[in-house]
């Protein structure tokens, strides 16, 4: 971004790396970096510059449970092999660990909406799961409404530089349809979908996730592989 | 923070898959950014999802780390405090109240108190003492507390206008002294 003038640009870093920008010019100015090489060198300059501000801060042990949580999400398995002693059992804790994710979410589901909104209950629910049968997206729907919610549970590390996620529906008839960028982190979201996007959802039994540019597929269809798939349940 | 040569051995071979390398960079490294990460977001449940998020990202973003970034602490203290920050500001206000953490925090050293640490601390330290009280605190706090603008207003007692002057002087000040 060459229009921004020298003394803007670096004002605009050391907000950012300051953490002063905040909202949706801290959003914008991501954007910014992710396109210009001088930006992100800017604000690479200013973190060398201020963040020696934080070995000022006091020391304090981390707890131990910090170091297990990271252990188990960069190594999922972790877990269950550690009560395994042969690969029948580890087959069956693999299976057992699938199922009861699956039931916990469906059960989740349940309990959510049976508190908070009854009338409007989902009814459909997919599931994304990576190789080892751990849960990345959960994406559920109402057939009636179009209300959709998408929440990600453990899709974080899977996040690449300057590429986004697109969820789309697998109609039975036609081509592909795109129902946007999916959030890596962060709380459940949730839209309504138009009456012409609800109508392809009813004819839809699957949907798929594919790696795209950062703003999504320029064309509409899935340009990038397809990494994922799931099957659309009824509830 | 340990010596930068180590922690650039251990980097190297977390990138090329080494979770024992890893695990001792996260040993050597996380005292002092659980201590940000807690100054930050005040609470001690919120600082340990951070922590845990922010080297998830390490480990899957290890290759991504280059000379450009500065040195190995400072890529991992920006990893950790963006994080921290996107934390603080997803939250409503009124969740980010923990009375027993905040009690603990006033007793820890505050934005005025400084201990000099290392060299880059020095040049750091004697750049932020050519600055006035106000821009200095301004600075700081922004910095080890994660506060926004408003947020500086209250706890200044400054008007808006005022407060993004003091910041925004204070950062061209400290820029020119660093490069002296």
Redesign the interface.
Known sequence: MNYLKPELL??LA??Y????L??GARRRFEQLMMESYPIR?AV?EW?????????????????D???K???E???PQTRIEDKQTGWRSLFLWQSWGAMSTAIAVVLAIFIAYQTSAPVDALNQVAVFNDDQNQPLWLVSSNTKTGQLAIKPINA??L?V?NKAFELWMLPTNGQPRSLGLLPV???RQEMVLSPQLLSVLQATNGLAISLEPLGGSPTGLPTGPVLYQAPILAL | MAEQAELLRLLQASAQGNQQSFEKLYQLTAPNLFGLCLRMLKRRDWAEEVMQEAFVKVWHHASEYHQDRGQVNTWLTSIVRYRALDRIRSQKPTEALDESHEQKASDAPGPMDWAVKGTEMNALEACLDELNDNQKEAIVLSFIEGLTHQELTERTESPLGTIKSWIRRGLQSLKRCLAK
């Open positions: 670096e004002q050391a907000e790396v300051l953490g002063t905040h909202g060198s690479w973190e060398q510059q201020i963040n020696p501000i934080a070995n000022n801060v006091p020391k304090v042990p981390p707890p449970s910090i170091w949580g990271i252990d999400r960069i190594n974080e590390a996040e530089d982190s962060g709380k």
